[in-house]
């Protein structure tokens, strides 16, 4: 891209289109050809800011995708701004992105984690319906997952600072994140429920090998949003992951735990080896998708 351009020689929609593809700065830019200029970067696949504090900047800040104003300014371009600078300091922008991207990021890793948990609850509770089996685990069991694989890792990780580009759409990203999980979760359980049917094991020993294996995969999930780590994520892991077990051994008649046959054990052992590989294998076939 070149420098400048008088915008008076621009005198038509193809010669403005061509322009804001090769130069930087324009000089003697009516309010017309402001908002022709948003429009022509828009039409060129550009997410387009602008800026401006004057009655002339209205038409452009109204079509940008996102407009930010001075409060000092006039009253006009403040309303039809999405954002207002109050100390019209823009020193303060980087800031104000890196806020907005820490909650969107953010978001989409919480909201992944509720999406596992309601996606499996559906397919599983149509699967009960269509083949007319009883489902697998008891309320107080679910809740002792969601507690540690969801509610406190997403409390907490909604905290970090989070300062990496915003790409593709939020729900596409959160279910390609959730989506690999929940048919993790619903492949073993589903196979628990028929190889333990095969080998004649009791329904509350299907309960109990239920809730360990999606605790792994909780727990598989929760690490992988969690990348990068750092001392602070990896502690968050380690604390859900340690009051699981202890809830399952110190608290095991509140959250329906039982003792398990050894058929069952072995079942829920297999299980939980084949998880690992299954979780990998899905993220990467919905990461290709």
């Given at each position: ?25 324009f ?36 079509d ?34 890196a ?54 890792p ?48 009791g ?45 399952m051994?110190f ?27 299954c ?11």
């Amino acid at each position: 891209m070149r420098g400048y351009i008088d915008a008076t020689t621009l005198n038509t929609d193809s010669a403005i289109k061509d322009a804001v593809t090769r130069y930087t700065v324009f000089g003697r830019v009516t309010p017309e050809q402001k908002r022709k200029f948003v429009r022509a970067l828009k039409k060129a696949g550009k997410t387009v800011a602008m800026t401006g504090d004057g009655v002339n900047d209205v038409l452009a800040l109204k079509d940008a995708d996102c407009s930010v104003a001075m409060a000092s300014g006039s009253d006009v371009a403040a309303q039809a701004a999405q954002l207002v600078l109050l100390e019209s300091d823009f020193s303060k922008m980087p800031d104000v992105v890196a806020e907005g991207r820490k909650v969107v990021n953010n978001l989409e890793r919480s909201g992944s984690l509720f999406i596992v948990k309601n996606i499996f609850s559906i397919i599983l509770a149509i699967m009960s319906i269509c083949f007319g089996m009883k489902y697998p685990m008891e309320p107080s069991q679910i809740s002792l997952i969601s507690v540690f694989t969801i509610g406190l890792p997403a409390f907490f990780l909604s905290f970090m600072p989070n300062k990496d580009l915003i790409r593709g759409r939020f729900i596409t990203n959160i279910l390609l994140k959730a989506l690999p999980a929940a048919l993790t979760d619903v492949i073993i359980v589903g196979a628990m429920i028929y190889f333990g049917n095969i080998f004649s094991v009791g329904p509350t020993d299907i309960a109990t090998a239920s809730t360990i294996l999606m605790s792994i995969v909780g727990m598989m999930i929760v690490y992988q949003i969690s990348k990068p780590l750092d001392v602070y994520k990896l502690g968050i892991w380690i604390f859900c992951g340690v009051g699981l077990v202890c809830c399952m051994i110190f608290f095991s008649d509140l959250f329906a735990i039982t003792s398990m046959s050894n058929r069952c054990i072995i079942l829920c052992v297999n299980f939980s080896i084949i998880a690992e590989p299954c979780l990998r294998y899905l993220t990467l076939i919905f990461r290709k998708a």
